[in-house]
């Protein structure tokens, strides 16, 4: 795991979006500018109903509007769920069919796997329910949250404890209820929702989860949905009763109409408008009408057309045991709730987490076939140790230098997600491979096996008393740095058919420049003999024969050509065999390259040093 500016920019943003997987159902779409750094990317292969027990909180009847009704249709497909908008869902996969790149000469004919591509569910339709204007989105989340995930907004300690306690009457943007409620829905369980003809908002009550239901509460009768062991629990432990009330975009444009709960007053004023976001910075709808409502103060959601919500707490008269008509405080704290149910988030990242490890294979940690022979060999104490990972390629070509050398050394076998103190104490940042030599140590492959070379013990690497060709020798290494890694990642990650047939002309342009101007006798770079720009490619020639070819129909090398010798002599070179692992082990360790797989540009570090590509 190196810095050598050869890996990362190159590599496909794999964590800032992740693929959709076959058994996905909906994305979760993530916040607001201002929250993105603490959102989760857009989730595929996401089934919230599969999450809660009775709550209907995630419902799969999510349906957007028709486009020839007076209801609003975003044109931004990508634009968060209210309601009744598209969820995005994939489902059918459609293989490309596999198509032939001829390229002849010593690469042979390449051959390349079958690309698949997601698709774009279906969408259904809803008449409008309330005969709004023309442009104007009236249809109501009813009692489901947003399939939203913010994991750890601002202020989210402060929202919770607000949105548990709701002494006084809470005003929230859409932006800022998508993001906090589903915090704190472990806390209420809905009841019921209350619609109107003719008034532009829509009523949810919500009680205390730990009220309890009523005995005979129907069951799901979902066949897909995960039977449970249920143990009762004592109910009345809380009367508190919320109530929930959404507002429609453009509600507050109306002429005249006040809001179900009396009309809002100026925050200056000391009225209850909570708002530590900024609602009023949302994005304004256009309407067709005034996009001002100049009775309400500028900061308030629904000032300029927003949707917005509004909390208060309603559990009746003599809540607080006083019988003076005032709704009471929760029996119980916000720890309580927490302990009997985990929110909306929190089972989301649980499920999340379930499903990576269902699907993720375990990258291997120790050596296997050759390799592990000789880690065997070189597993007693000594004051050379090479710190290194089975599966990394800039730890190889250190290997099989000090393999070439014929040096006394340890290897010692580093997990590149647990890395040991001793490590640390070479390379702070913890990449292999790294060296230490006494009280002295270092990381870098390259700058290693100079190191090596200075250390005049045995065979050397760079041709003596030529200046010009030892010079020779490291441009030609940088090459290999610079152009022939990245463009062998480009290929690898490639998902498109197009882009991989470019990739590949690439990336054999790039091998046909070295090879050409290698000594024509060969079989090596310089010649007869291992030498220092053989070694920095061998790696990438035993991956292009095992991992490219599997992954990528990578061609055999035309029989009898420059290329096909190299290929042959390194391949059957003691030094690179004995470092060299069971084909299994690398084809493994880049599944997630060529799938393309979330967090494969973590995994890039753990493989390849920590190159970054330029």
Known sequence: METES???????????????????????????????????????????????????????????????????????????????????????????????????????ILTTNPIQHNSIGRLQQEDDLFGAPEGVDQKSNSHHLSTRIVV????????????????????????????????????????????????????????????????????????????????????????????????????????????????????????????????????????????????????????????????????????????????????????????????????????????????????????????LATVRKHSKEHELKLFGSCFCPFVQRVWIAFEAKGLQYQYIEVDPYKKPQALLDVNPRGLVPGIRHGDWGCGESTVLMEYLEDLNAGPPFLPQGNPQLRATCRLWSDHINRNIIPAFYQVLQAQDFAKQTESTKKLQEEIQKIVEVSDQQGPFFLGPQLSYVDIQFAPWMIRLSRVMKHYRGWPDPTPGSRWGCWMEAVENNEHVKNTTSLDELYIDSYERYAQNRPNTSQLADAINGGYNLP
Request: proline content about 10%; some cysteine; aromatic content about 8%.
């Open 6 to 108: 050869v890996l990362h920019q190159q590599l496909p943003n794999a964590y800032r979006s992740l693929p959709l997987q076959p058994e996905a159902a909906q994305v979760i779409q993530h916040g607001q500018a201002h929250l993105a750094h603490h959102a989760l990317p857009p989730q595929a292969g996401l089934d919230l109903t599969g999450l809660d027990d009775n709550d209907p909180v995630f419902h799969q009847d999510l349906r957007m509007q028709d486009p020839n009704s007076h209801a609003y249709q975003s044109p931004n497909p990508f634009e968060r769920n209210h309601g009744h908008r598209p969820l995005h869902v994939q489902n059918a996969e459609s293989p490309h069919t596999p198509q032939q790149h001829g390229n002849g000469g010593q690469f042979g």
């Open 152 to 371: 750890d907004p601002p202020d989210l300690g402060e929202w919770r404890q607000k949105l548990f306690d709701v002494n006084e009457m809470i005003t929230l943007s859409e932006e800022e209820f998508e993001t906090y409620f589903p915090h704190v829905d472990n806390v209420y369980s809905h009841r019921s929702t209350q619609r109107y003809k003719r008034k532009p908002f829509v009523s949810h009550y919500w009680d205390c989860r730990l009220k309890g239901r009523p005995p005979g509460t129907p069951k799901s009768d979902d066949p897909n949905k995960k039977k449970r062991k249920r143990t009762a629990r004592e109910r009345d432990l809380c009367d508190v009763k919320i109530k929930i009330t959404e507002y429609f975009p453009g509600a507050m444009l109306r002429a005249g109409f006040e809001p179900d709960d009396g009309p809002v007053q100026d925050p200056a004023q000391g009225n209850n408008f909570f708002a530590p976001g900024q609602p009023g910075s949302q994005q304004q709808q256009q309407f067709g009408m005034s996009l001002v409502n100049p009775t309400l103060p500028p900061n308030h959601p629904g000032a300029t057309g927003q949707r917005y919500y509004t909390i208060q707490r309603v559990n009746g008269n003599g809540g607080n045991g006083k019988g003076d008509g005032v709704p009471g405080p929760h029996k119980h704290g916000l720890v309580e709730s927490d302990r009997v149910k985990k929110n909306s988030v929190q089972r989301y990242l649980l499920k999340r987490d379930k499903e990576d490890k269902k699907t993720q294979k375990t990258y291997h940690k120790k050596a296997s076939g050759n390799a």
